[in-house]
């Protein structure tokens, strides 16, 4: 892997590369690119950057003030295994060219920002992350909705409402049934090629990997696991990620998605996510207290939980995330924490005396999120806390689940819809803002662009649903 820019060019020589890809993610976590020849890519594209109009990206600029430069970051240069053309890709930062300074509302450089905030505060200088996306592969989505009609369908040949369905060559049964499809082998598990594949391109564009598995429901749900990484780094693994398993599927003639609960009656797709802080090479988070947690790690905690509400607006920001986090369906909807329990929102793995291996694992967040924003958040809540020396309170080492509803009344939940995440957000937003890393005009722009883009479309649409509830009336 290039590490500077020199390397990246002599790469480009060495190796006959004709085109260079030049992807930035939008404010949604959705990758954008545009692709240069490679006479058009020197140093000053390192530096000084790429020009392209920003007014065309959803939430950032007016046409008044379009003018914007994609910088082109070396450590993430890798070959792009879906172009025919051999074509080198490399993940930028957006940079004003008026000022020279990053682009305020560009995700990437706001985490930057976080992270520079970390290290002023002399608390640590290195996040580590280990998200864990999960999704679906399905054979067929159609959807639509205008004046006469709005519906959508999915289908997968694992799925157990095509246990009766009449198939090419027979029907040969073995269907995962609902909730029954964490770790099936084969013929029910019919995906085990397709991940394998996943899992290798992604190594081939530079996420460290691990292991890949199905998920727990039916119809094709999945996960491949990638190795923690600093946070920026993790970030970008996870837009790879999700690239490499969009066209991987797509060259085997299915389709992938990150939505967070495309089918009703079983388990949605999250992306619970694993953070520690670290200063000078030494681990923060492992001590004496309660599951081997430092002081600074339960006040860590004490700040995410505090804050969950708000940074829900980042890191479960669809509408479609407030239908998995519901009770029922191993969703983390419960603001508490508890050693080696699933039912918690805030779990601490189990990793007996390893300090290096103490860390927390958020369980709140899904892949419809913008990474760079969701851990940018999740971190600058934990350091309020550590700052606040909030105390996150006793532990809930017991299956949530399984409480009387009078006991779970004094559990905080989390919001229960994508505008009551929006409204939290509003409300406490000095955590993200006081620092810098933030502005208030970021937070405004978003909200705005969430309830008029998002929030309210929705409003003025009847669901499916309701016609079986209230034709009749």
């Given at each position: 892997?290039?590490?500077?820019?020199?390397?990246?060019?002599?790469?480009?020589?060495?190796?006959?590369?004709?085109?260079?890809?030049?992807?930035?993610?939008?404010?949604?976590?959705?990758?954008?690119?545009?692709?240069?020849?490679?006479?058009?890519?020197?140093?000053?594209?390192?530096?000084?950057?790429?020009?392209?109009?920003?007014?065309?990206?959803?939430?950032?600029?007016?046409?008044?003030?379009?003018?914007?430069?994609?910088?082109?970051?070396?450590?993430?240069?890798?070959?792009?295994?879906?172009?025919?053309?051999?074509?080198?890709?490399?993940?930028?930062?957006?940079?004003?060219?008026r000022t020279g300074e990053w682009y305020e509302r560009?995700?990437?450089?706001?985490?930057?920002?976080?992270?520079?905030?970390?290290?002023?505060?002399?608390?640590?200088?290195?996040?580590?992350?280990?998200?864990?996306?999960?999704?679906?592969?399905?054979?067929?989505?159609?959807?639509?909705?205008?004046?006469?009609?709005?519906?959508?369908?999915?289908?997968?040949?694992?799925?157990?409402?095509?246990?009766?369905?009449?198939?090419?060559?027979?029907?040969?049964?073995?269907?995962?049934?609902?909730?029954?499809?964490?770790?099936?082998?084969?013929?029910?598990?019919?995906?085990?090629?397709?991940?394998?594949?996943?899992?290798?391109?992604?190594?081939?564009?530079?996420?460290?990997?691990?292991?890949?598995?199905?998920?727990?429901?039916?119809?094709?749900?999945?996960?491949?696991?990638?190795?923690?990484?600093?946070?920026?780094?993790?970030?970008?693994?996870?837009?790879?990620?999700?690239?490499?398993?969009?066209?991987?599927?797509r060259k085997y003639g299915k389709t992938a998605t990150?939505?967070?609960?495309?089918?009703?009656?079983?388990?949605?797709?999250?992306?619970?996510?694993?953070?520690?802080?670290?200063?000078?090479?030494?681990?923060?988070?492992?001590?004496?207290?309660?599951?081997?947690?430092?002081?600074?790690?339960?006040?860590?905690?004490?700040?995410?939980?505090?804050?969950?509400?708000?940074?829900?607006?980042?890191?479960?920001?669809?509408?479609?995330?407030?239908?998995?986090?519901?009770?029922?369906?191993?969703?983390?909807?419960?603001?508490?924490?508890?050693?080696?329990?699933?039912?918690?929102?805030?779990?601490?793995?189990?990793?007996?005396?390893?300090?290096?291996?103490?860390?927390?694992?958020?369980?709140?967040?899904?892949?419809?999120?913008?990474?760079?924003?969701?851990?940018?958040?999740?971190?600058?809540?934990?350091?309020?806390?550590?700052?606040?020396?909030?105390?996150?309170?006793?532990?809930?080492?017991?299956?949530?689940?399984?409480?009387?509803?009078?006991?779970?009344?004094?559990?905080?939940?989390?919001?229960?819809?994508?505008?009551?995440?929006?409204?939290?957000?509003?409300?406490?937003?000095?955590?993200?803002?006081?620092?810098?890393?933030?502005?208030?005009d970021f937070i405004d722009n978003y909200i705005t662009?969430?309830?008029?883009?998002?929030?309210?479309?929705?409003?003025?649409?009847?669901?499916?649903?309701?016609?079986?509830?209230?034709?009749?009336?």
């Amino acid at each position: 892997m290039a590490e500077t820019p020199q390397e990246v060019l002599q790469m480009i020589e060495s190796e006959g590369i004709e085109m260079i890809d030049l992807k930035f993610v939008d404010l949604f976590g959705i990758w954008q690119h545009c692709t240069f020849h490679k006479s058009l890519i020197d140093e000053e594209a390192f530096t000084e950057g790429v020009a392209f109009d920003g007014s065309s990206i959803r939430g950032w600029k007016g046409i008044q003030a379009s003018d914007m430069a994609m910088v082109a970051d070396p450590k993430t240069a890798w070959i792009d295994p879906f172009m025919e053309h051999k074509t080198l890709s490399m993940i930028c930062s957006i940079k004003e060219p008026r000022t020279g300074e990053w682009y305020e509302r560009d995700p990437r450089s706001i985490a930057a920002k976080a992270l520079e905030y970390l290290k002023s505060t002399g608390i640590g200088d290195t996040v580590y992350c280990g998200p864990e996306p999960e999704f679906f592969i399905f054979d067929e989505v159609r959807y639509g909705q205008n004046e006469s009609k709005g519906y959508y369908e999915i289908d997968s040949v694992e799925a157990v409402w095509n246990s009766a369905r009449e198939e090419a060559g027979g029907n040969l049964g073995h269907k995962i049934g609902f909730k029954r499809g964490y770790f099936p082998v084969a013929p029910a598990d019919t995906l085990q090629d397709i991940r394998t594949e996943m899992l290798l391109t992604m190594a081939a564009c530079g996420v460290p990997i691990e292991k890949h598995h199905h998920e727990v429901a039916t119809a094709g749900q999945c996960e491949l696991g990638m190795k923690f990484a600093d946070l920026i780094s993790a970030a970008d693994n996870v837009l790879i990620y999700k690239y490499a398993v969009k066209n991987v599927a797509r060259k085997y003639g299915k389709t992938a998605t990150f939505m967070p609960k495309p089918m009703f009656n079983d388990n949605g797709s999250g992306m619970h996510t694993h953070m520690s802080i670290w200063k000078e090479g030494q681990p923060l988070f492992f001590g004496d207290g309660y599951a081997n947690l430092s002081k600074l790690a339960l006040n860590f905690i004490g700040g995410l939980l505090k804050h969950a509400p708000a940074v829900l607006a980042f890191s479960n920001p669809s509408l479609n995330s407030y239908k998995r986090l519901v009770p029922g369906f191993e969703a983390p909807v419960n603001l508490a924490y508890s050693e080696g329990n699933r039912s918690a929102s805030i779990r601490i793995p189990l990793t007996n005396d390893n300090p290096k291996a103490k860390r927390l694992e958020f369980r709140c967040p899904d892949a419809s999120s913008n990474p760079y924003l969701a851990f940018t958040a999740m971190l600058l809540a934990g350091l309020d806390g550590i700052k606040n020396e909030i105390d996150p309170g006793d532990p809930l080492d017991v299956d949530i689940y399984d409480l009387s509803p009078e006991e779970l009344s004094k559990v905080p939940s989390t919001p229960g819809s994508l505008e009551g995440a929006l409204e939290a957000l509003d409300n406490d937003r000095a955590f993200l803002t006081e620092s810098g890393v933030l502005s208030d005009d970021f937070i405004d722009n978003y909200i705005t662009y969430k309830l008029d883009a998002e929030v309210n479309p929705i409003r003025l649409r009847p669901h499916p649903y309701e016609f079986a509830l209230y034709y009749e009336v």
